[in-house]
């Protein structure tokens, strides 16, 4: 019986030894290393809520005598998106196309009533209601600018967000 | 020696096997030649960070690096990522690629497996 159990002891011993080369041995977890680096300055804002408008700061890029939005512009119109969906006071607002004074004025405010459209329903695609948005074209009727140099046609060429109806802004107050 | 000794003779063997089998590349020594070996990339890692903030500034979160050296020459040959909170490869990548250079000043006689968090966070 002794014998027995020298001799499997014995085996074990030679098996662990052999494993033992073998084997990968596992560590415990390694405390965290740190990692700290400096974050870029952030952006400036591109929208902004002022109280009687959505500014943005950039174009909304739109394909040659076409409706279709750009992709570059589906950042811009998804902060716009979020900003609605944070601003639940803003009940209606109005989605304004506006083209340069070049071209026939009934085309140019079809076009402009197109492009509208198109940035109301990719909000509309990013979660806010239809009901808020109001989509209307003006074509050259509303002009920023009367020159005639092509920084004057780019400046009149747009889309503004004009806020028509607003209500209080509801802000969550924790009862003590 | 007595009968009663005897008996425990092979088990005592088995365990003193054991543990200088675990005792193989697992003792102090060797995690802070791991550590010193980690710490010497810090430089690096944290450049890889810094570029990564540049694309996404929000980025942020734990790296758990699964790390293997070679028992011959000590070097970290098999660093991969064992989980991630980034969600960006291009960090990942960057930081392996940094961690995979590195070499253990004593190799052991086994290879050793670690597992080493990373931490990132943006400073400002």
């Known amino acids: 019986m002794q014998r027995t159990s020298f001799a499997l002891s014995l085996g074990l011993a030679c098996a662990s030894l052999s494993a033992c080369s073998i084997v990968t041995v ?8 740190k990692i700290q680096a400096d974050r870029p300055e952030a952006p400036p804002p591109r929208v902004i809520l002022t109280p009687s408008h959505i500014q943005i ?40 196309g506006h083209t340069d004074k070049r071209g026939a004025a009934a085309y140019n ?13 990719y909000l509309v695609s990013q979660g806010v209601e239809r009901a808020r948005l109001v989509a209307t074209g003006y074509g050259f009727e509303r002009p920023l600018s009367d020159g005639e140099e092509e920084a004057d046609h780019e400046l009149n060429r747009r889309v503004e967000f004009n806020i028509l109806k607003q209500g209080m802004k509801k802000t969550l107050v924790q009862e003590n | 020696m007595n009968h009663l000794s005897l008996r425990f003779v092979p088990y005592a063997l088995v365990l003193a096997l054991l543990a200088a089998c675990g005792g193989a590349g697992f003792g102090k020594d060797v995690r802070k030649d791991i550590e010193k070996q980690m710490n010497s990339a810090h430089a690096e890692i944290t450049a890889c960070y810094a570029a990564a903030l540049q694309r996404n500034r929000k980025l942020k979160g734990t790296l758990m690096v699964g790390v293997k050296t070679d028992p011959e020459t000590g070097r970290f040959h098999r660093a991969r990522v064992k989980s991630s909170e980034l969600k960006d490869k291009e960090l990942e990548q960057c930081v392996i690629g940094t961690i995979a250079q590195l070499k253990l000043d004593k190799p052991t006689t086994t290879s050793v497996e670690a597992d080493y968090p990373l931490e990132f966070k943006p400073k400002n």
């Open chain 1, 57 to 96: 700061t950039e174009k909304i890029q739109f394909a040659f005598d076409s409706a279709e939005i750009l992709p570059v512009s589906h950042g811009l119109l998804n902060e716009v998106a979020g900003l609605l969906k944070a601003n639940p006071q803003i009940e209606e607002l109005s989605v304004e």
């Open chain 1, 26 to 33: 596992k560590q415990d977890p390694f405390p965290a290393m």
């Open chain 1, 109 to 121: 405010k079809k076009l402009s009533q197109s492009r509208a459209e198109s940035v109301r329903d």
